[in-house]
């Protein structure tokens, strides 16, 4: 079975940073791309970050490029999320979310999610 | 790079079809037949509805179905039932910058 579990969430001074990670299990790790998508509190979904099954290929939205980076540690099966610079803004539900093969920006598993709050 | 544009709210009566729209540009929805539709119930994560404009992934109810026209995807409800009430994103490569973009969000009420 398909599990992600995301860990890491928490509350965060305005400025301050934080390291999301993402658990996975149930399939090869290392054969597959991988996201993280957020969601603001009563608010819509996100994209954040993209990240290639080798860790050679990474994108980001430019809402947080320059203060967040996306990694992998395919030994570990696990993906990270360091936030660096958090905002008020940032506070949100950041999903972890496998994508799937054989298609582009698809994503056929998510994992439950894990709250950040930026507040002072 | 915007969101983008989903009807806010649609409903339906149990048995009923509805038809959700997702309007982008030539940049993302327009141009690549890379749209995908989540189905988001309260507190949950999304769960994958629709790939690549009208494909169904196994375990995925024939109700939901996808098409596109021009710079819009629509994603259809047919036989609606209460479990189908829930949040409903599409989502869509892009050329800009940002890779991709999500639509706004439609809540779909079952009346």
């Known amino acids: 079975e398909v599990q992600l579990v995301e860990s890491g969430g928490g509350l965060v001074q305005p400025g301050g940073s934080l390291r999301l990670s993402c658990a996975a299990s149930g399939f090869t790790f290392s054969s597959y791309e991988m996201n993280w998508v957020r969601q603001a509190p009563g608010k819509g979904l996100e994209w954040v970050s993209y990240i290639s099954s080798s860790g050679s290929t990474i994108y980001y939205a430019d809402s947080v490029k320059g203060r967040f980076t996306i990694s992998r540690d395919n030994a570990k099966n696990s993906l990270y999320l360091q936030m660096n610079s958090l905002r008020a803004e940032d506070t949100a539900v950041y999903y972890c979310?496998?994508?799937?093969?054989?298609?582009?920006?698809?994503?056929?598993?998510w994992g439950q999610g894990t709250l950040v709050t930026v507040s002072s | 790079q915007s969101a983008l544009t989903q009807p806010a709210s649609v409903s339906g009566s149990p048995g009923q079809s509805i038809t959700i729209s997702c309007t982008g540009t030539?940049?993302?929805?327009?141009?690549?037949?890379?749209v995908s539709w989540y189905q988001q119930h309260p507190g949950k994560a999304p769960k994958l509805m629709i790939y690549?404009?009208?494909n169904r992934p196994s375990g995925v109810s024939n109700r939901f179905s996808g098409s596109k026209s021009g710079n819009t995807a629509s994603l259809t409800i047919s036989g609606l039932q209460a479990e189908d009430e829930a949040d409903y994103y599409c989502s869509s490569y892009t050329s800009s910058s940002t890779l991709r973009v999500f639509g706004t969000g439609t809540k779909v009420t079952v009346l």
């Open positions: 030539s940049s993302d929805v327009g141009g690549y037949n890379y």
């Open positions: 690549d404009v009208s």
């Open positions: 979310a496998r994508e799937k093969r054989d298609s582009l920006l698809t994503n056929d598993y």
